[in-house]
């Protein structure tokens, strides 16, 4: 289906050829939406999107690179899945809608809750995402991840929050965890110490806050920390007082870095996850470039060595295929 100009938007539903943006200068004052709600059912856009202020509503996939020269806003409801698998890029905000869930009915509970993926880079002035799963790195200036799942480095220039959320790596002036959190690799920088809160549940209770290394808590099959939820691991459990060390950056100013080579672990065990899952997303990066006969041996070799919910991401990072 082709763009519709409804009142001061341009909407887009169902299956569409081709890239959308502004091809008169009429068209550059209007608002651009992408509706996967209606009898059309989700949006299916082959190319690329640009224009002022970008909405996609409902379930759907784009398969371009997305560019919002101003807001971005992602609206989805339980069930719903938007797919985003070239990127997504915003001058101004880029938000998320939050679901109103328990920890438990989150991503947190079931990775295939997740009602947004993006395969690429996420990029805004302000970002907010609620319930995401980014194959790439995240940057803005400021940042709250809520029930996500980040398998790259999260930039935030000024602020970051991390809400019951797992981060491969991190970079921020400040920087709060909420609730159970979790990261794929000991790296992690900011200007201040980080702040740990509790995380306000949907019933009212407070889930208290800490930070678990992925790797050594792999065998439980979940990507998410569910130490709040239930029993964790004890050496994966990162502490203030002893994981984030103060250091002087050239330029004079202090940062407190996160390392664990104070640590007593097996760093065996730890090297050999983080090979593993460096080759999981290594392969899938490549994937679409193999040939069909070394896709096969490639999925191969996932069911070999991926958890069940590392396979759904990889799976999701290719469009659900």
């Not at 690329?48 to 371009?64: A, D, E």
């Not at 609206?75 to 869930?101: D, H, I, K």
């Not at 438990?104 to 995401?132: C, F, K, W």
């Not at 919910?309 to 295929?321: A, F, N, Y």
Request: hydrophobic share 40%; proline share 4%.
């Amino acid at each position: 289906m082709g763009e519709q100009v409804q009142g001061d938007r341009i909407v887009v539903a169902g299956a569409s050829a081709g890239s959308h943006f502004p091809r008169t200068q009429a068209e550059m004052e209007f608002n651009w939406e992408a509706n996967g709600l209606g009898a059309a059912g989700p949006f299916e856009i082959d190319g690329s999107v640009y224009g002022k202020s970008l909405r996609f509503r409902g379930p759907g996939t784009v398969h371009g690179t997305v560019l919002g020269r101003g807001d971005v806003t992602c609206e989805t409801g339980a069930g719903q899945c938007q797919r985003f698998l070239a990127g997504l890029a915003a001058s101004g905000n880029l938000v998320c809608s939050e679901w109103p869930a328990g920890l438990r009915d989150t991503t947190v509970g079931d990775i295939r809750r997740a009602r947004m993926v993006v395969r690429g880079d996420v990029m805004a002035e302000n970002l907010a995402l609620d319930g995401a799963v980014v194959f790439g790195n995240v940057e803005a200036t400021r940042v709250r991840l809520s029930h996500c799942l980040v398998l790259g480095s999260v930039v935030a220039h000024e602020s970051l929050t991390v809400r019951a959320s797992t981060l491969f790596a991190y970079h921020a002036g400040t920087v709060t965890f909420e609730g159970p959190c979790a990261l794929v690799h000991a790296m992690g920088e900011s200007l201040n110490l980080p702040v740990m809160a509790p995380y306000q549940d949907l019933s009212g209770a407070a889930v208290e806050p800490s930070v678990e290394l992925y790797p050594l808590v792999r065998g439980t099959g979940s990507l998410f920390n569910r130490s709040g939820l239930g029993e964790g691991v004890p050496a994966a459990r990162l502490s203030l007082d002893t994981d984030w060390v103060k250091v002087t950056r050239p330029d004079g100013q202090s940062a407190y870095v996160l390392s664990i080579m104070g640590r007593a672990l097996n760093l065996r065990a730890y090297g050999r996850a983080i090979e593993e899952i460096y080759t999981l997303l290594r392969t899938a990066l490549e994937f679409e470039h193999y040939s069909p006969r070394d896709q096969a041996r490639t999925r191969e070799r996932w069911a070999g060595m991926a958890t069940a919910e590392e396979l759904w991401v990889l799976e999701q990072s290719m469009g659900g295929k």
